[in-house]
């Protein structure tokens, strides 16, 4: 399995999320405290949005994230209103640059954390989904990138949670039809560049942990001292695999069977299910 983060709010640098934090993303890499494995070394990537540009950035290699120097460097002075970044374990699939998240389309990115159990099984019927002016696209061999290509062919540009479900009632039928009990397990972050979902769902109904963090100005009343707290917009938000840190208050479990939004105008919480 893996483990990753998204933001949204003031630009900072990648930074001040990716390594000061005591149990960052790249602590993770080493110590993940809630995956299914405690290292995560089978490559990573982060990508980020900049003024003026209509597609995000994306970065990606297969070392491990804790000893790469050029994602030092890209954390170091890139500064981004949203951002994502991943670490990843691999279910199966092969350690190359295609297959690192997060993956993207144009202004569209996508990360993943989870599986689609027996996927050699369904690969093939869920490929077949795909829409074929989207097929071309597909670089890599994972599942979570079958996921992405799915749910934009089911709608994602119009109706990103109704795509997902879609996807996600899709993989489950499948994967019945091919005898797997419970086909899908996820958390999933999915960006416009301007609004950020984040999904939480298993067939199984026991996902892989997934936190957002409370409102900033919550934060400041409950730790004045903060000086990042003082730097960030009250409508600065994190989604992560697992906590950055003990600071008390600060952390709140994405309920099982749920997504959330984080856009301009305010955030939003509601049930997800799959959609035939």
Known sequence: MCRWLAYSGTPILLDSILYKPAHSLIDQSLHAKMGVETTNGDGFGVGWYAAHKDSPAVVRDIGPAWSDRNLREIAGHVVSPLFFAHIRASTGTAVQQTNCHPFRHGR???MHNGAIAEFHLVRRDLALA??????????GSTDSEMMFYLSLTLGMEEDPPGAVARMTGLVERVGHEHG????????VAVTDGVRLWAFRYSSQKESRSLFYSTRVDTLRSLHPDLAFLREVSGD????????????????????????GVVRPEGDEMHPFAPAA
């Open 130 to 139: 795909v829409a074929p002016e989207l097929f071309p696209y597909v670089e």
């Open 180 to 187: 797997v009990e419970f086909p899908m397990q996820m958390t």
């Open 108 to 110: 569209w990115m996508w």
């Open 236 to 259: 600065a938000r994190l989604i992560v695999s697992e906590p950055l840190g003990d600071l008390p208050g600060a952390w709140n479990a994405v309920p099982e069977g749920t997504y």
